[in-house]
Protein backbone atom coordinates (compact mmCIF):
# COMPACT_ATOMS: atom_id res chain seq x y z
CA UNK A 1 0.00 0.00 0.00
CA UNK A 2 1.08 3.42 -0.82
CA UNK A 3 2.17 5.22 2.72
CA UNK A 4 1.37 9.20 3.12
CA UNK A 5 3.05 10.88 5.26
CA UNK A 6 1.97 14.51 6.51
CA UNK A 7 4.29 16.98 8.15
CA UNK A 8 3.66 18.87 10.75
CA UNK A 9 1.26 16.78 12.71
CA UNK A 10 0.33 19.79 14.65
CA UNK A 11 0.96 23.28 13.39
CA UNK A 12 0.43 26.77 16.04
CA UNK A 13 -0.66 29.62 13.95
CA UNK A 14 -1.84 33.14 14.07
CA UNK A 15 -5.30 34.93 12.27
CA UNK A 16 -3.55 36.27 9.03
CA UNK A 17 -0.62 33.55 8.71
CA UNK A 18 0.29 31.86 5.60
CA UNK A 19 0.67 28.15 6.67
CA UNK A 20 1.52 25.18 4.58
CA UNK A 21 0.93 21.74 5.07
CA UNK A 22 3.50 18.81 3.23
CA UNK A 23 1.85 15.48 2.12
CA UNK A 24 4.87 12.87 0.81
CA UNK A 25 3.66 9.62 -1.01
CA UNK A 26 5.56 6.82 -0.82
CA UNK A 27 5.64 5.74 -4.61
CA UNK A 28 3.98 8.49 -7.29
CA UNK A 29 0.41 9.05 -7.40
CA UNK A 30 0.55 11.33 -10.04
CA UNK A 31 -1.84 14.17 -9.55
CA UNK A 32 -4.32 12.20 -7.55
CA UNK A 33 -4.08 13.79 -4.11
CA UNK A 34 -6.70 15.46 -2.47
CA UNK A 35 -6.90 17.47 0.61
CA UNK A 36 -9.94 17.49 3.28
CA UNK A 37 -10.51 19.64 5.98
CA UNK A 38 -12.26 18.43 9.51
CA UNK A 39 -13.20 20.07 12.54
CA UNK A 40 -14.18 18.06 15.87
CA UNK A 41 -17.17 17.06 15.29
CA UNK A 42 -17.78 17.09 11.87
CA UNK A 43 -17.36 14.95 8.56
CA UNK A 44 -14.62 16.10 6.90
CA UNK A 45 -15.06 18.32 3.59
CA UNK A 46 -13.11 18.30 0.54
CA UNK A 47 -11.12 21.69 0.05
CA UNK A 48 -8.70 20.41 -3.08
CA UNK A 49 -8.55 17.50 -6.37
CA UNK A 50 -6.54 16.35 -8.11
CA UNK A 51 -3.70 18.34 -6.41
CA UNK A 52 -4.38 21.77 -7.15
CA UNK A 53 -8.17 22.03 -8.10
CA UNK A 54 -10.47 24.07 -5.71
CA UNK A 55 -13.79 21.96 -5.06
CA UNK A 56 -16.35 24.37 -5.73
CA UNK A 57 -17.47 26.46 -2.66
CA UNK A 58 -14.27 26.68 -1.55
CA UNK A 59 -12.42 29.69 -0.34
CA UNK A 60 -9.35 31.17 -2.67
CA UNK A 61 -7.21 31.27 0.38
CA UNK A 62 -6.61 27.71 0.05
CA UNK A 63 -4.63 26.36 -2.60
CA UNK A 64 -2.85 22.63 -3.45
CA UNK A 65 0.52 22.18 -5.40
CA UNK A 66 2.75 18.93 -6.45
CA UNK A 67 2.72 16.00 -8.14
CA UNK A 68 4.24 12.88 -7.80
CA UNK A 69 5.43 12.01 -4.21
CA UNK A 70 5.12 15.75 -3.17
CA UNK A 71 2.37 18.08 -2.28
CA UNK A 72 1.63 20.50 -0.36
CA UNK A 73 -1.86 22.85 0.93
CA UNK A 74 -1.30 26.36 1.71
CA UNK A 75 -3.63 29.00 3.29
CA UNK A 76 -2.31 32.21 2.55
CA UNK A 77 -4.26 33.99 5.16
CA UNK A 78 -5.51 31.56 8.14
CA UNK A 79 -9.01 33.05 8.54
CA UNK A 80 -10.60 31.29 12.47
CA UNK A 81 -12.94 29.27 10.75
CA UNK A 82 -9.63 27.47 9.35
CA UNK A 83 -8.43 26.35 12.89
CA UNK A 84 -8.91 22.20 12.40
CA UNK A 85 -6.62 19.02 10.95
CA UNK A 86 -6.20 18.29 7.60
CA UNK A 87 -5.48 15.01 5.93
CA UNK A 88 -4.21 14.64 2.37
CA UNK A 89 -5.25 11.39 0.39
CA UNK A 90 -4.46 9.76 -2.65
CA UNK A 91 -6.67 8.44 -4.68
CA UNK A 92 -4.18 6.59 -7.64
CA UNK A 93 -3.89 3.36 -6.66
CA UNK A 94 -6.04 1.11 -4.20
CA UNK A 95 -6.64 1.19 -0.82
CA UNK A 96 -6.68 5.05 -1.27
CA UNK A 97 -4.40 5.54 1.58
CA UNK A 98 -4.60 9.04 3.94
CA UNK A 99 -1.93 10.64 5.47
CA UNK A 100 -1.79 11.22 9.40
CA UNK A 101 -3.52 14.72 9.34
CA UNK A 102 -2.36 17.48 10.33
CA UNK A 103 -3.93 20.46 13.19
CA UNK A 104 -3.50 23.51 12.44
CA UNK A 105 -4.15 25.46 16.36
CA UNK A 106 -4.25 28.69 17.43
CA UNK A 107 -0.91 29.75 18.62
CA UNK B 1 -28.00 14.46 -1.46
CA UNK B 2 -27.51 11.88 1.25
CA UNK B 3 -25.29 9.10 2.45
CA UNK B 4 -27.39 7.32 5.78
CA UNK B 5 -25.21 4.19 7.30
CA UNK B 6 -26.66 1.18 9.92
CA UNK B 7 -25.71 -1.99 11.07
CA UNK B 8 -23.26 -0.92 13.68
CA UNK B 9 -23.38 -1.82 17.32
CA UNK B 10 -21.22 -3.88 19.81
CA UNK B 11 -19.55 -7.00 19.06
CA UNK B 12 -17.25 -9.70 20.17
CA UNK B 13 -13.97 -10.25 19.18
CA UNK B 14 -14.56 -12.64 16.16
CA UNK B 15 -18.26 -11.87 15.62
CA UNK B 16 -19.34 -10.86 12.14
CA UNK B 17 -21.62 -7.08 11.37
CA UNK B 18 -22.92 -6.09 8.21
CA UNK B 19 -22.92 -2.40 7.52
CA UNK B 20 -25.61 -0.73 4.95
CA UNK B 21 -25.15 2.63 3.16
CA UNK B 22 -28.55 4.25 1.95
CA UNK B 23 -27.88 6.80 -0.83
CA UNK B 24 -30.77 9.39 -1.48
CA UNK B 25 -30.97 12.20 -4.44
CA UNK B 26 -28.16 10.74 -6.57
CA UNK B 27 -27.96 7.81 -8.21
CA UNK B 28 -25.24 5.52 -6.39
CA UNK B 29 -24.25 3.82 -9.84
CA UNK B 30 -23.04 7.20 -11.07
CA UNK B 31 -20.34 6.98 -8.37
CA UNK B 32 -17.47 5.28 -6.76
CA UNK B 33 -18.48 4.14 -3.38
CA UNK B 34 -15.76 4.12 -0.11
CA UNK B 35 -15.58 2.74 3.58
CA UNK B 36 -13.52 5.47 5.55
CA UNK B 37 -13.08 4.79 9.58
CA UNK B 38 -11.86 7.01 12.13
CA UNK B 39 -11.37 6.08 16.01
CA UNK B 40 -13.38 9.37 17.48
CA UNK B 41 -10.45 11.68 17.72
CA UNK B 42 -7.66 9.85 15.16
CA UNK B 43 -7.08 9.95 11.84
CA UNK B 44 -8.72 9.00 8.66
CA UNK B 45 -8.07 4.92 7.47
CA UNK B 46 -9.70 4.07 4.13
CA UNK B 47 -10.98 0.32 4.75
CA UNK B 48 -12.26 -0.11 0.85
CA UNK B 49 -14.44 0.97 -1.97
CA UNK B 50 -15.03 0.49 -5.60
CA UNK B 51 -16.10 1.83 -8.86
CA UNK B 52 -19.43 2.95 -10.15
CA UNK B 53 -19.59 -0.89 -11.74
CA UNK B 54 -19.04 -2.93 -8.74
CA UNK B 55 -15.06 -3.17 -9.16
CA UNK B 56 -13.15 -3.01 -5.97
CA UNK B 57 -10.36 -0.71 -5.34
CA UNK B 58 -8.50 -2.34 -2.77
CA UNK B 59 -8.79 -3.19 1.05
CA UNK B 60 -6.66 -1.57 3.68
CA UNK B 61 -3.91 -4.01 4.70
CA UNK B 62 -5.70 -4.31 7.94
CA UNK B 63 -8.93 -5.48 6.94
CA UNK B 64 -7.74 -7.88 3.64
CA UNK B 65 -9.44 -11.13 3.81
CA UNK B 66 -11.97 -10.08 6.37
CA UNK B 67 -14.25 -7.66 4.63
CA UNK B 68 -15.74 -7.30 1.88
CA UNK B 69 -17.22 -4.36 0.20
CA UNK B 70 -20.34 -4.85 -2.25
CA UNK B 71 -22.98 -2.59 -3.97
CA UNK B 72 -27.14 -2.90 -5.25
CA UNK B 73 -27.36 -0.13 -7.18
CA UNK B 74 -30.87 -1.17 -8.07
CA UNK B 75 -31.63 -0.17 -4.39
CA UNK B 76 -29.16 2.72 -4.46
CA UNK B 77 -27.38 0.88 -1.59
CA UNK B 78 -23.54 -0.16 -0.66
CA UNK B 79 -22.72 -2.70 2.15
CA UNK B 80 -19.80 -3.82 4.21
CA UNK B 81 -19.75 -7.25 5.17
CA UNK B 82 -16.73 -7.40 8.16
CA UNK B 83 -16.18 -11.14 9.39
CA UNK B 84 -13.41 -12.09 12.31
CA UNK B 85 -13.79 -9.00 13.86
CA UNK B 86 -11.01 -7.24 15.99
CA UNK B 87 -10.92 -4.95 19.09
CA UNK B 88 -9.00 -3.03 16.47
CA UNK B 89 -11.66 -2.23 14.12
CA UNK B 90 -13.48 0.00 16.86
CA UNK B 91 -14.11 2.91 14.72
CA UNK B 92 -16.95 5.15 13.34
CA UNK B 93 -17.05 4.00 9.77
CA UNK B 94 -18.38 6.34 7.34
CA UNK B 95 -19.75 5.65 3.61
CA UNK B 96 -18.52 8.46 1.04
CA UNK B 97 -19.03 9.62 -2.25
CA UNK B 98 -16.46 9.76 -5.00
CA UNK B 99 -16.92 12.55 -7.35
CA UNK B 100 -17.34 12.40 -10.40
CA UNK B 101 -14.33 13.49 -12.94
CA UNK B 102 -11.77 12.44 -9.54
CA UNK B 103 -12.90 15.85 -7.90
CA UNK B 104 -12.51 13.24 -4.20
CA UNK B 105 -14.83 12.42 -1.92
CA UNK B 106 -17.47 15.00 -2.19
CA UNK B 107 -20.25 13.82 0.26
CA UNK B 108 -19.90 11.67 3.48
CA UNK B 109 -22.44 9.95 5.94
CA UNK B 110 -22.47 10.90 9.44
CA UNK B 111 -21.20 7.19 10.47
CA UNK B 112 -22.32 4.29 12.20
CA UNK B 113 -20.09 3.32 15.28
CA UNK B 114 -18.98 -0.28 15.96
CA UNK B 115 -17.23 -1.38 19.02
CA UNK B 116 -15.40 -4.42 19.36
CA UNK B 117 -15.50 -5.60 23.00
CA UNK B 118 -15.15 -8.90 25.48
Known amino acids: DIQMTQSPSTLSASVGDRVTITCRAS??????LAWYQQKPGKVPKVLIY???KLHPGVPSRFSGSGSGTEFSLTVTSLQPEDFATYFC?????????FGQGTKVDVK | EQLVESGGGVIRPGGSLRLSCVAS????????MSWVRQVPGKGLEYVSG????????GYADSVKGRFTISRDNANNSLSLEMKSLRVEDTAVYHC????????????WGQGTMVTVTS
Open chain 1, 89 to 97: QQYNIGPYT
Open chain 1, 27 to 32: QSVSYW
Open chain 2, 25 to 32: GFRLEDHG
Open chain 2, 50 to 57: DLWNGRER
Open chain 1, 50 to 52: QAS
Open chain 2, 96 to 107: VRGGTGGSGNDL
